[in-house]
């Protein structure tokens, strides 16, 4: 029999897949509390019929620096009570734009967190492994230490073509388009680009026309959203009917979510980080989209 347990704030989404799965996979919960030094103080119900000998996967909340530890210590945990077999699902990779320097003295700290994450051992059975969506950079698979852990890439645009239907896609530059062009090779795509004029960027279309058409901007990531603004309103000005936005992450430090859906007639992404269903209550216009089916599918696939 499988297992699945989550970080507390994956509680949701674990319990919705339990519900949906009974009989092919069971709920282990867990308690991450803190002592009153404020380090770890974790508690696995139920090891002995729920962790022993069973695949167990794991979703991470690994949204804020601080969780680190808690998640690495929970899933190393659960390997350390004899786990056949463990799954990491890793949403976010939080350390994602941060995997070269560019200026000596920067820290690439996405390979740090991958050495981290490398050292999980294997279960009873299998080499661990950890499933990622959407990474920033595909190459940062090859971060993590493929003698210790599997790590696989995921992208989550599947989720997002039934919500799209007759709009054109609009990629905010090349590498937007060659990341995830054959995902809406189906569709209508425009291109932009930042240009440089005198000591200012400006957004411009490189391909396609704007003019009377509904669009909706696709990234895989979103932190304040304003290079999304800036984008929108060059389209608005080109004639655009309407202008949406997609990212599979949407980070938005400071609720700058806010100001960015204002700014758009959607904004939507996905619970890839779990604070923005709390976030989105309030916002007409704002939608997460779950990742539940991805999830389902990596668990069941074999």
């Given at each position: 029999m499988k297992t699945i347990i989550s970080h507390p704030n994956f509680e949701y989404l674990t319990q919705n897949i339990a519900n949906d799965n009974k009989g092919k996979i069971n709920k282990a919960?867990?308690?991450?509390?803190?002592?009153?030094?404020?380090?770890?103080?974790?508690?696995?119900?139920?090891?002995?019929?729920?962790?022993?000998?069973?695949?167990?996967?794991?979703?991470?909340?690994?949204?804020?620096?601080?969780?680190?530890?808690?998640?690495?210590?929970?899933?190393?945990g659960i390997i350390d009570y004899y786990a056949d077999k463990v799954r990491v699902i890793l949403p976010y990779f939080p350390v994602g734009t941060m995997e070269r320097i560019e200026t000596k003295g920067e820290v690439a700290t996405a390979k740090y967190f991958a050495d981290i994450m490398s050292l999980l051992p294997s279960g009873r059975e299998a080499k661990t492994s950890i499933h990622i969506f959407d990474i920033h950079a595909l190459v940062e698979r090859f971060l993590f230490d493929s003698r210790q852990v599997n790590a696989e890439i995921h992208t989550a645009m599947s989720l997002l073509k039934k919500e799209i239907e007759g709009k054109t896609?609009?990629?905010?530059?090349?590498?937007?388009?060659?990341?995830?062009?054959?995902?809406?090779?189906?569709?209508?795509?425009?291109?932009?680009?930042?240009?440089?004029?005198?000591?200012?960027?400006?957004?411009?279309?490189?391909?396609?026309?704007?003019?009377?058409?509904?669009?909706?901007?696709?990234?895989?990531?979103?932190?304040?959203?304003?290079?999304?603004?800036?984008?929108?309103?060059?389209?608005?000005?080109?004639?655009?009917?309407?202008?949406?936005?997609?990212?599979?992450?949407?980070?938005?430090?400071?609720?700058?979510?806010?100001?960015?859906?204002?700014?758009?007639?959607?904004?939507?992404?996905?619970?890839?980080?779990?604070?923005?269903?709390?976030?989105?209550?309030?916002?007409?216009?704002?939608?997460?989209?779950?990742?539940?089916?991805?999830i389902e599918k990596i668990i069941f696939r074999e």
């Open positions: 919960d867990i308690s991450m509390k803190t002592f009153p030094d404020s380090w770890p103080n974790i508690f696995i119900n139920d090891v002995k019929d729920l962790i022993e000998h069973q695949e167990v996967t794991y979703i991470g909340d690994f949204s804020k620096p601080e969780d680190l530890f808690i998640n690495f210590s929970a899933i190393r896609i609009v990629f905010p530059d090349d590498g937007a388009k060659k990341r995830f062009g054959k995902d809406f090779s189906d569709f209508d795509v425009i291109v932009c680009s930042k240009v440089r004029v005198g000591n200012e960027r400006h957004i411009q279309i490189k391909e396609g026309d704007a003019a009377g058409k509904d669009l909706i901007i696709i990234d895989d990531l979103i932190q304040t959203g304003g290079t999304i603004k800036e984008t929108a309103n060059k389209l608005r000005e080109l004639g655009a009917k309407s202008v949406c936005a997609y990212a599979t992450h949407g980070v938005f430090p400071n609720d700058s979510h806010i100001s960015l859906a204002e700014n758009l007639d959607k904004l939507i992404v996905t619970d890839s980080i779990p604070s923005n269903i709390k976030k989105a209550e309030n916002i007409v216009n704002m939608q997460v989209i779950s990742i539940k089916p991805l």
